[in-house]
């Protein structure tokens, strides 16, 4: 079945980084793209970006655009997402989510997620 | 970006009730080439990530029970509960994935009452 197990919690100063992994299993990551949302304490959830299956392309949120780097590892059916230059603004749970697969619009869905990796920043 | 709201924030149902939620999208995400709506519903328990319920506005995702369903068009979009059961409590978020950035709403808390 399919499953997608995130690495654990990071506590992180401002002005550092942090690299979130997102192993699959179940599925081929290189068939599914792989979206990265974040939700912060009592906020919405917030689309960060994604990782297009196939071309490896990405898009990002403007929000963010600059600051965050998504990519994956085939060979470790693994999907990461850095974010950097961080603030207190950034502590939040961030989730993968596989893009469904069926169309070219459904790759837009998120029918599988990770169990959220929190991320603390503070100083 | 689109606005996704939500409406209303909280409610509480009595078991075997119905509950309903609105969403509006502050454009329409009605998609002229293919007749269809780019929103989604997902559900959220305390302490896990989100299910998927319905996408295209209407369709159910596998599996899931056939007491929830979603209605609605352009920029107006309702998910309904037909008959509340516990396991149904939950934050529940609307999504457009019409554009980037793929914006949600607020959510909307169901409890039991």
């Known amino acids: 079945q399919v499953q997608l197990v995130q690495s654990g919690a990071e506590v992180k100063k401002p002005g550092a980084s942090v690299k979130v992994s997102c192993k699959a299993s179940g599925y081929t990551i290189t068939s599914y793209n792989m979206h990265w949302v974040r939700q912060a304490p009592g906020q919405r959830l917030e689309w960060m970006g994604w990782i297009n299956a196939g071309s490896s392309n990405t898009k990002y949120s403007q929000k963010f655009q600059g600051r965050v780097t998504i990519t994956r590892d085939a060979s470790a059916n693994t999907a990461y997402m850095e974010l950097s230059s961080l603030r207190s603004e950034d502590t939040a749970v961030y989730y993968c989510?596989?893009?469904?697969?069926?169309?070219?619009?459904?790759?837009?869905?998120?029918?599988?997620w990770g169990q959220g990796t929190p991320v603390t920043v503070s100083s | 970006d689109i606005v996704m709201t939500q409406s209303p924030d909280s409610l509480a149902v009595s078991l075997g009730e119905r509950a309903t939620i609105s969403c509006k999208s502050s454009q329409s995400v009605l998609y002229s080439s293919n007749n269809k709506n780019f929103l989604a519903w997902y559900q959220q328990k305390p302490g896990q990530p989100p299910k998927l319920l319905i996408y295209?506005?209407?369709t159910r995702e596998s599996g899931v029970p056939d007491r929830f369903s979603g209605s609605g068009s352009g920029t107006d979009f309702t998910l309904t509960i037909s008959s509340l059961q516990a396991e149904d409590v939950a934050v529940y978020y609307c999504?457009?994935?019409?554009?980037?950035?793929?914006?949600f709403g607020p959510g909307t808390k169901v409890d039991i009452k």
């Open positions: 999504q457009q994935y019409f554009t980037t950035p793929f914006t």
């Open positions: 295209w506005a209407s």
């Open positions: 989510a596989r893009g469904m697969g069926s169309d070219q619009w459904l790759v837009r869905v998120k029918d599988y």
